[in-house]
Nanobody, 121 residues
């Protein structure tokens, strides 16, 4: 059984910053590609950006320049640094990861439970 747990959400004023974390746990061979998504009530879940196991990143156009994704493979953790936050960034942020499981080797796609980010004065 593997799982992802997000943390770091909360209330922040417009223009402020937050750093979210997503930590993997359980028995797995290694983590492959990971991603951050976000969702507001009544809307679909949108991609924020992705990061490969080697650290190559890709972002949705609207996130470029303000959001940075990074990861620490030794800790099994991915981060989302969010700067200059705007009220429209208010959402539940979810992490997603492809686990490579062993015995036999296979992929397993997992989601975290989400962490709420509220940008408001």
């Amino acid at each position: 059984q593997v799982q992802l747990v997000e943390s770091g959400g909360g209330l922040v004023q417009p223009g402020g910053s937050l750093r979210l974390s997503c930590t993997a746990s359980g028995k797995f061979f290694r983590l492959d590609d990971m991603a951050w998504y976000r969702q507001t009530p009544g809307k679909q879940r949108d991609l924020v950006g992705t990061i490969t196991s080697r650290g190559a990143t890709n972002y949705a156009n609207s996130m470029k320049g303000r959001f940075i994704i990074s990861r620490d493979n030794d800790k099994g953790t991915m981060y989302l640094q969010m700067d200059d936050l705007k009220p429209e960034d208010t959402a539940v942020y979810y992490c997603n990861a492809n686990f490579i499981l062993s015995g036999p080797y296979r992929y397993f796609d997992a989601w975290g439970q989400g962490t709420l980010v509220t940008v408001s004065s």
